[in-house]
Each structure stands twice: as C-alpha cells, then as structure tokens.
C-alpha cells in the first residue's frame, strides 16, 4: 500500500527521477507524461497534474494550500508570502482590478485601437519587422496608456530594459557575472518603479475630476481614502505593466504566425474587418461583432499558451487525487497541455478557430481546459484587456496592412522565458484601407468612408 501512494511517472521512485529530460525538451516532455495518467510524479519534489480537475483544485486553493511558487519576475518565492504581505497584494489587486475589468475595458477600447493603430505606423516606414520586439514595444505603450493615461514618459523604454535584464543566461553565469545581472536588475526595476511613481503623481495632481479614466486613477482616489498608499499603488502598476506586455506580446506573434500559415483564416479575418470597419479604426461597439476575431485570439491562446507551465508550492499537508502531498513539494500545471487534450478537443493540435463559434452548448468544455489566463484567486488580473488588446489590434493591424512572415525565414520555438516565436521576421505592407478614427461625435454605425492608401 505505502509503495502507491506515490503517483506514476518516469522517474520511478528514485530520488532525481527525470528532471534533465524536462530541461533537454520540455513541452515535448510534458507532452509525453499524459501516458501516466492524471497525476504524475517527475520526481520526489516535482508534481504534474495532467487534467481540468486537479488543475482547478490546486488553482481554487492557491493562497491557502498552496502558494504562487514564482513571483512576476519569474524569481522563485520561498513558497508562502509573509500573510501579512499576500493580505496586501491581495487588496491591491482588488483595487487595481477594478480599472481592468470588462466594464472598464468598454470605455477604453477606442484607445487601444488608436495607440495600436499609431504605433505600427512606424512598421510601414521600416517595412520588416521582428515581431517578438515591435509587439512588446506596441504592447508596453498600450499597457503604459491604460495604465497612466497618455503621458507614459520613459516607461515603455524601461520595460524593454527590465525585459533585457531578466532574460535567463543560456549556459550558467559564474559568480561575478550573476552579481552584476543582479545589480543591473535591481538597478532597472528601481528605475522602472521610480519612473510609475512619478507618473501616477503627475495623473493626481492634473486629473482632478471624479470620472477615473485610466488606472492611476482609481489608485489616486483609493490613496486620498487611505485604502493604498503611494509605493502600494506604485507596485501594482508595476506589476501589470510587466505581467501585461510580454505575454500580450508572444500572443500576438503566434496569432500572426498561424494567420500566415492558414490563409483562408486570414481571409476571413480581414473579411469580417473590413465588412464590420468599413475603414474606420474598431470602437467598444464593433469588438462584439468581431467574432472570427475573436476566436482566432482563443485558438491561438489554446494552442501557444504565452505562460505554458505554471507552479505551484504545497503549503500544508493535502491530497490530490488520493495521493498525499507535503509542504514544500510542488505541483505544476501546464495549459499547454490540458488545451490540447484529444479527450476535450477534437483534432487538438489544428489551428482551428471554428471550433470555438460552432461548439455546442450540449458539449461543455470542463472549465480548466482552456486556462491560458490560469484560474482562482490569483487568476491573471489583465484576463479581458489582453483579450480585448488582441482583438483590437489584429483588427487593426490587419485591416491596415498585409503582414507575411518573411520568405526565407524560421521563427525559434522559444521557452527560455514565455512560449515565443523567436526570430519571426514580418513583412509589413500597405492593405488597400488605411483606417482613420472616426471623428468624435459620429455613432459607430456611421461609417467614415475608407480612404485608399496612396
Ligand atoms: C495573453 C496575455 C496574457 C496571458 C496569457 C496571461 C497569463 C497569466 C497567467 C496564467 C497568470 C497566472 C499565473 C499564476 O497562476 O501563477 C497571470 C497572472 C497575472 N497577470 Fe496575466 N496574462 C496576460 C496578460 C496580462 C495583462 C494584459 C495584464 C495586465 C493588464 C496581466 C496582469 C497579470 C497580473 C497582475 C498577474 C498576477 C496576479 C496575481 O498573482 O495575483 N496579465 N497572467
């Protein structure tokens, strides 16, 4: 009996079990644990939990049970946060999730599509780009704009450094080089939260009125009763600007990956913002009848899940699927691999965005089997923005050029950091429709008629 209270897995029950196989392929080796069933032991310290209901029992107890094992910056935690410190984040959180939620995203979606629309402007100009650093840097504007209104300063260029500064070491760094990787990091995020502080400053002393437009304002008022104080307000900014512009950014780069690569969906996609747009750039009122859309950006978030593997530390004695665990062990959950399950999607590794428009109501899709924004308590907070952001923008983007990945070229499957398409170089041209804001006070049915590009 003691010898099956350990789950399967492919180290046995040896000590070191196969954590180097993990680190030669690792979504090929996640891929290739599901023949051990639900819940599989990759060693003594290392859980993988293989299906939407163990998925949704350790997300629903995460704060409790188990804790976030990584912090944003991807630096591994020491498992539980001081509560006292978890208590602040998580009213912080309220709070900042307020500026984020589906409500205020109505108001802010005719932003979104003029930054996104502004910034690729200069893609014309350059007529190739890389795609992983230009979407990072129209994301790190779009996020910076949300977030501070439209003075964003030196923010977006930070984040870019910040992003420099963290990305992982290919082969291990010797002790002085790690010293100085660390002082640069410290040096950079120091900059970077110096910078918001100033900015949301800026915001209370100029935008004094009582309709928040953007989140530093929500956060200024909850500063005047008290319920946050300036470096709380100043963090969680922080922490969304990051969270937000990578991820948002390696989606969208697999989103025009597979458009190139299929395309009558990119037909379609450009169909329907024609048809819907008519040459206007999307407002709040047209992103609901974006649905091709709309499913491209959930196809594409099931099939390159930006964060592919997410952990989690056992905070106290438990079980999961019968077998105990113990404080200090982990349990990881890979979206990458619940979406694309054969037994919950029918042809699991086609890029097909129908499946999302035709599925039947009869034929409920278990809730954790799509879960590219995680799920519980500490689920992503930019969950409708980045959903929104990458609909606007493909629609955009779309409607205003022809983007084909460059002949001769092969994006790197990356997981050093997120799922990325390293190396994706795009070729921008001219789409017949060069969009325009529709001028204030129009009604969205009011179509501004499409100017052709020179
Ligand atoms: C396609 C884009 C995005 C993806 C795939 C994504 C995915 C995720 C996931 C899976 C988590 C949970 C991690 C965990 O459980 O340990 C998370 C957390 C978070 N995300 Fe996102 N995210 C995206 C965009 C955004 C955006 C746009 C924002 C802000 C506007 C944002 C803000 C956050 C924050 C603040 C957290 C931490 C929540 C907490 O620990 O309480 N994310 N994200």
Not at 250 to 275: C, G, K, S, T
Not at 285 to 309: G, H, N
Not at 358 to 385: E, I, V
Request: charged share 25%; proline share 8%; with cysteine.
């Amino acid at each position: 009996m003691g010898l099956l209270r350990v789950p399967p897995g492919p180290g046995g029950a040896g000590r070191h079990g196969d954590r180097r196989a993990f680190e030669r392929d690792q979504l090929g080796f996640l891929l290739h644990q599901r023949q051990y069933g639900d819940l599989v032991r990759v060693d003594d310290g290392l859980y993988l939990a293989n299906s939407p209901v163990l998925a949704e029992e350790v997300f629903k107890h995460t704060n409790t049970t188990y804790a976030i094992s990584r912090d944003l910056l991807g630096e591994e935690t020491d498992g539980g946060r001081a509560s006292e410190d978890l208590a602040r984040w998580m009213r912080a959180r309220g709070l900042a999730g307020r500026g984020l939620n589906r409500t205020s995203m109505r108001a802010a979606e005719d932003r979104l599509a003029a930054t996104a629309a502004r910034h690729s402007q200069a893609w014309r100009a350059r007529g190739t780009v890389e795609a992983i650093p230009a979407l990072e840097d129209l994301t790190a504007h779009l996020i910076a704009e949300f977030c501070l209104g439209p003075e964003t300063g030196r923010v977006p260029a930070l984040l870019a450094r910040l992003q420099d500064a963290l990305l992982p070491p290919v082969l291990p760094l010797p002790a002085r080089c790690r010293v100085l990787r660390g002082r640069r990091l410290h040096r950079v995020n120091r900059d970077l939260a110096a910078e918001v502080s100033r900015l949301i400053d800026q915001r209370r002393a100029t935008h004094r009125d009582d309709s928040p437009q953007v989140v530093a304002d929500l956060l200024n008022t909850a500063r005047d009763e008290g319920a946050i104080t300036r470096q709380g307000a100043t963090s969680i900014i922080v922490a969304n600007l990051f969270a937000a512009h990578e991820t948002t950014a390696a989606a969208l780069a697999w989103l025009f990956l597979l458009l190139d690569r299929n395309p009558r969906i990119r037909r379609q996609v450009r169909d329907e913002a024609d048809r819907e747009l008519a040459g206007r750039l999307p407002t709040a009122a047209d992103v609901p009848r974006l649905a091709v859309t709309e499913s491209v950006v959930k196809e594409t978030l099931r099939l390159y899940p930006p964060l592919w593997l997410i952990e989690r530390t056992v905070e106290e004695p438990t079980e999961l699927a019968g077998f105990p665990l113990r404080p200090g062990q982990r349990v990881a959950v890979s979206p990458f691999v619940l979406q694309r399950d054969p037994r919950h999607y029918h042809e699991p590794d086609a890029f097909r965005p129908d499946r999302w428009t035709g599925r039947s109501p009869a034929d409920p899709l278990p809730k954790y089997a799509f879960m590219p924004f995680g799920g519980g308590p500490r689920t992503c907070l930019g969950t409708h923005f980045a959903t929104v952001a990458m609909t606007v923008t493909t629609a955009t983007l779309t409607s205003s050029y022809q983007i084909n990945r460059t002949p001769g070229t092969t994006p790197v499957f990356s997981t050093r950091t997120i799922l990325q398409p390293h190396k994706l170089a795009l070729d921008i041209t001219d789409h017949p429709h060069d969009l325009r804001p529709r001028p204030a006070g129009t009604p969205a049915s009011s179509a501004t008629p499409a100017r052709r590009a020179p």
